[in-house]
């Protein structure tokens, strides 16, 4: 089955800093790919939209300067939270639908990775 | 809101037992997907059912779908401790939004 890899899957940085997440679709081509957050015991938030070359599409309040997403090529989506304040962590999850399975709109999903900014 | 919204929010069983959740959703739809979250992980694809189907069936799962009704089951039979999860259902053609989900806790 199709396979999306996510990381890092745990990080801890400092507030003011700014931490990247690589998402990558390792046996296909992701026609779009989606960044979610996830506070504790809640579900997922849709955060935005990102077409291969083209720029994301954000969810309503979502501050697209504070959540940079970059989708270069058809297999890689990057989520940098820029100056990251404590309020900014929590667990991010990317997924991907893939060009062969879309019309199923089957979403395949990273691991999550779970920012923690002290 | 064109999300599914799942019921119950949480479910308590014992090993063995059957679970089963429910989804409504509001929009039309081409089919409707079940996902599973462990804990801290991401959500895995459990089944899909069409908008032309009624039932599907996949080990121990088991979906239902009632477009008049604008809602779906997914039974899971002969619960085990590893089924402890949340579970989503999702519509697609919501735009990606999921619903709360259902947090299923099996008891050893």
């Known amino acids: 089955g199709a396979v999306v890899s996510q990381h890092p899957s745990r990080v801890i940085c400092k507030s003011g800093t700014s931490v990247k997440i690589e998402c990558r679709s390792l046996d296909f081509q992701a026609t779009t790919m989606f960044w979610y957050r996830q506070f504790p015991k809640q579900s997922l938030m849709l955060m935005a939209t990102s077409n291969e070359g083209s720029k994301a599409t954000y969810e309503q309040g979502v501050e697209k300067d504070k959540f940079l997403i970059n989708h270069a090529s058809l297999t890689l989506s990057t989520l940098t939270v820029t100056s990251a304040h404590p309020e900014d962590s929590s667990f991010y999850i990317c997924?991907?639908?893939?060009?062969?399975?879309?019309?199923?709109?089957?979403?395949?999903f990273g691991e999550g990775s779970r920012l923690t900014v002290l | 809101s064109q999300q599914g919204e799942e019921d119950p929010q949480a479910l308590s069983i014992q090993e063995g037992e059957n679970a089963t959740m429910n989804c409504s959703y509001k929009t039309s739809i081409n089919n409707l997907q079940w996902y599973r979250q462990n804990s801290g992980r991401g959500l895995v694809h459990l089944i899909l059912?069409?908008?032309?189907?009624r039932e599907k069936h996949s080990g121990r799962l088991r979906v239902t779908l009632d477009t008049s009704k604008k809602s779906s089951s997914l039974l899971i039979t002969a619960s085990r401790a590893a089924d402890t999860a949340s579970y989503f259902c999702?519509?697609?053609?919501?735009?990606?939004?999921f619903g709360p989900g259902t947090r299923l806790s099996v008891l050893p």
């Open positions: 999702y519509n697609y053609g919501q735009n990606f939004v």
């Open positions: 059912i069409r908008s032309n189907e």
């Open positions: 997924s991907a639908t893939d060009r062969g399975a879309f019309h199923t709109g089957e979403l395949f």
